[in-house]
């Protein structure tokens, strides 16, 4: 079993896919009030929904929402590990849409809901 140390650390270090629980906040002031507005306090369940290719920002899911945080806020968020997630190769998929065409702006949404240019798609 791996030591308690291994399974904390901050928002910013997690990998996508990985469920945490939040231990605390500690960023200061109007940061601070902010997080705790928006649901990261104390035993609050976050996914790491995506990262940017250099980190910043961190996209996760809380409370059925999805919320985007600057990598100096995710720092200030510390995270116990419940659930480390797909593993490599196991397709997690990183955006929000379904592949080509399949997202909002793709060209079966724009068919879908404008007759008026099916003749064009």
């Known amino acids: 079993m791996q030591d ?15 469920l945490l629980e939040v231990l605390s906040v500690n960023a200061e002031g109007e940061i601070r009030r902010r997080l705790l507005d928006m649901g990261l306090v104390k035993g609050s369940r ?17 409370h059925g929402f999805f919320l985007t945080l600057r990598l100096k806020e995710a720092k200030t968020v510390k995270v116990r590990l419940l659930d480390a997630g797909p593993g490599p190769g ?10 080509r065409g399949g997202g909002r702006g793709g060209r079966h949404w724009f068919h879908r809901f404008s007759p008026l240019f099916r003749d064009y798609l």
């Open 46 to 62: 976050v996914r790491v929904v995506r990262k940017a290719p250099l980190g910043d920002p961190v996209e996760i899911e809380i």
């Open 90 to 99: 196991r397709g997690f998929h990183h955006g929000r849409g379904r592949g």
């Open 4 to 18: 308690r140390e291994q399974l904390e650390g901050t928002l910013d270090q997690a990998r996508c896919g990985t």
